[in-house]
């Protein structure tokens, strides 16, 4: 079994930076793929971006060059740096794990076994 603990989010103005941080319990963190998810006040669980095992990312069409997702293997934790922050991007996010050795990042929650607590991005117009 493997924990997930996020930190990081908040309130912050529309153009405004925040940096989310997921650490995992697992004793080989740099075999697990990674995910972060993000869901709306009334609207679906969506994909946000992802990282396989391998390092390889991808994101959604939505936030690309504004976010930037990382790895620290060592310490056993995920990054998902948010830049150029919009109101359109306030959701709950969720960070994601699967010990698939998928060589292409799952875009898909389904495809992932774990799931963090959950943490609150506002932005403020």
């Known amino acids: 079994q493997v924990q997930l603990v996020q930190s990081g989010g908040g309130l912050v103005q529309a153009g405004g930076s925040l940096r989310l941080s997921c650490v995992a319990s697992?004793?080989?963190?740099?075999?697990?793929?990674m995910g972060w998810f993000r869901q709306a006040p009334g609207k679906e669980r969506e994909f946000v971006s992802a990282i396989n095992w391998l390092g390889k990312t991808i994101y959604a069409a939505s936030i690309e060059n504004r976010f930037t997702l990382s790895r620290d293997n060592l310490e056993s934790t995920l990054y998902l740096q948010m830049d150029s922050l919009k109101p359109e991007d306030t959701a709950v996010y969720y960070c994601?794990?699967?010990?698939?050795?998928?060589?292409?990042?799952?875009?898909?929650?389904?495809?992932?076994?774990?799931w963090g607590q959950g943490t609150q991005v506002t932005v403020s117009s």
């Open positions: 994601a794990a699967t010990t698939s050795d998928t060589p292409v990042p799952f875009s898909t929650g389904s495809q992932y076994d774990y």
């Open positions: 697992a004793r080989t963190f740099s075999a697990y793929s």
